[in-house]
T-cell receptor, first 111, second 115 residues
Framework: DAKTTQPPSMDCAEGRAANLPCNHSTISGNEYVYWYRQIHSQGPQYIIHGLKNNETNEMASLIITEDRKSSTLILPHATLRDTAVYYCIVRVYNQGGKLIFGQGTELSVKP | KAGVTQTPRYLIKTRGQQVTLSCSPISGHRSVSWYQQTPGQGLQFLFEYFSETQRNKGNFPGRFSGRQFSNSRSEMNVSTLELGDSALYLC??????????????FGPGTRLTVL
């Protein structure tokens, strides 16, 4: 079972920051948080991952709370092309490190 | 660097047939994982291979099998196809299996339709 909880859908205005929350209250100390997104019927695209420090790359920022029970993915300036389903995943290494996908958040970026 | 490639991209089969799907990982990647995506069940893990050995297997019947070759390319096979096997089959590759090398990158998928 997925160890994360995400809102099923969110809207964001084009050009504004999109903040996607994820709850992972049962995360263990050595488990990473990964974010992927999937644009309709394409393969999931890796976005970012982190353990406990905040992370930033060219696509997004990942903010993890100090207690590690939740995180937020931030797309700083959302465009229409960011419309996708966003998956927050806790990597469970005692199960071989496989990715366990939940239902994700369907983000709609609107003009 | 080229991404993960999967062939064929689309496939139509009939019940009872078998099918083989192919995955070529990113150059230098040695681990390959397979996932099935359906509208009802979402994305589910099938199996993972590293250095030609199956490391991990999901909760799927024995009709689903796979293998990895010495060049890291992988195939999965589904025998005695059922209507419920209609899905998008996704392959993902990673450099390795150790933390720090195990970020998975996905291919575009093979859309299998069983009639």
């Amino acid at each position: 079972d997925a160890k994360t909880t995400q809102p099923p859908s969110m809207d964001c205005a084009e050009g504004r920051a999109a903040n996607l929350p994820c709850n992972h209250s049962t995360i263990s100390g050595n488990e990473y948080v990964y974010w992927y997104r999937q644009i309709h019927s394409q393969g999931p695209q890796y976005i970012i991952h982190g353990l406990k420090n905040n992370e930033t790359n060219e696509m997004a920022s990942l903010i993890i709370t100090e207690d590690r029970k939740s995180s937020t993915l931030i797309l700083p300036h959302a465009t229409l092309r960011d419309t996708a389903v966003y998956y927050c995943i806790v990597r469970v290494y005692n199960q071989g490190g496989k990715l366990i996908f939940g239902q994700g958040t369907e983000l709609s970026v609107k003009p | 660097k080229a991404g993960v490639t999967q062939t064929p991209r689309y496939l139509i089969k009939t019940r009872g047939q078998q099918v083989t799907l192919s995955c070529s990982p990113i150059s230098g990647h040695r681990s390959v994982s397979w996932y099935q995506q359906t509208p009802g069940q979402g994305l589910q893990f099938l199996f993972e291979y590293f250095s030609e050995t199956q490391r991990n297997k999901g909760n799927f019947p024995g009709r689903f099998s796979g293998r990895q070759f010495s060049n890291s390319r992988s195939e999965m096979n589904v025998s005695t196809l059922e209507l419920g096997d209609s899905a998008l089959y996704l392959c993902a590759s990673s450099l390795g299996i150790a933390k720090g090398t195990d970020t998975q990158y996905f291919g575009p998928g093979t859309r299998l339709t069983v009639l």
